[in-house]
């Protein structure tokens, strides 16, 4: 997507910790995302954040916004081979309802 | 019931053919969606009804042809595909109405165009 950008992949080990980033342009309030899509799979939905807040904590999962920088983060705390899949990052303003802008996903390859 | 369910999941349907593509949820959402997606892309917005009303079409060619019957259903009617429509569609859902929605995905159904 081209108002959302993501790193492609990411490789880390079992056990360690994931950090998936993503950037976004619009200045409007606006949710922000994080779906995951496994192998011949629909995209799950993670968590979100909207983007008055800085931090949201969900289990594993951490998600920190810098409004400033418009840079969105997702951490997988204690990551395992599970959970490599693709991950997206998405953003839905108001004055689109309905619609949401994809970014082009970061392949998470969890080695052993 | 956070499930949102897609059939056929694979579908392989020559150039003349007329097929359709169904998607059901029980979550009392009143916005439903249909996305397209490439492999390794992230999905592409087709259709969005909200309260049964398309309120979106992103200029999506006739061929496709989405179908709302009642807040739970959501049909695509597809007919004389060309093979670049060969894609996983999904459906998703939200609540609708104002405001931010979280979307809730099917997993999809492969189509294949021969």
């Known amino acids: 997507g081209e108002d959302v950008e993501q790193s492609l992949f990411l490789s880390v080990r079992e056990g360690d910790s994931s950090v998936i980033n993503c950037t976004y342009t619009?200045?409007?309030?606006?949710?922000l995302y994080w779906y995951k899509q496994e192998p011949g799979a629909g995209l799950q939905l993670l968590t979100y954040?909207?983007?008055?807040?800085d931090m949201k904590q969900d289990q594993r999962l951490t998600v920190l916004l810098n409004k400033k920088d418009k840079h969105l983060s997702l951490r997988i705390a204690d990551t395992q081979t599970g959970d490599s899949a693709i991950y997206f990052c998405?953003?839905?303003?108001?004055?689109?309802?309905?619609?949401?802008?994809f970014g082009d996903g970061t392949t998470l390859t969890v080695k052993p | 019931d956070t499930e949102v369910t897609q059939t056929p999941k694979h579908l392989v349907m020559g150039m003349t053919n007329k097929k359709s593509l169904k998607c059901e949820q029980h979550?009392?959402?009143?916005?439903m969606y249909w996305y397209k997606q490439k492999a390794k892309k992230p999905p592409e917005l087709m259709f969005v009804?909200?309260?049964?009303?398309?309120?979106i079409n992103e200029s999506v060619p006739s061929r496709f042809s989405p179908e709302c019957p009642n807040s739970s259903l959501l049909n695509l009617h597809l007919h004389a595909l060309q093979p670049e429509d060969s894609a996983l569609y999904l459906c998703?859902?939200?609540?609708?109405?104002?405001?931010?929605?979280?979307?809730?995905f099917g997993p999809g159904t492969r189509l294949t165009v021969t």
């Open positions: 998703a859902s939200s609540h609708g109405g104002a405001g931010f929605y979280e979307q809730y």
């Open positions: 619009d200045s409007s309030s606006t949710y």
């Open positions: 954040i909207f983007s008055n807040m």
């Open positions: 998405a953003k839905q303003a108001p004055s689109n309802a309905g619609k949401s802008t």
């Open positions: 979550m009392g959402h009143r916005a």
């Open positions: 009804y909200s309260y049964e009303k398309l309120s």
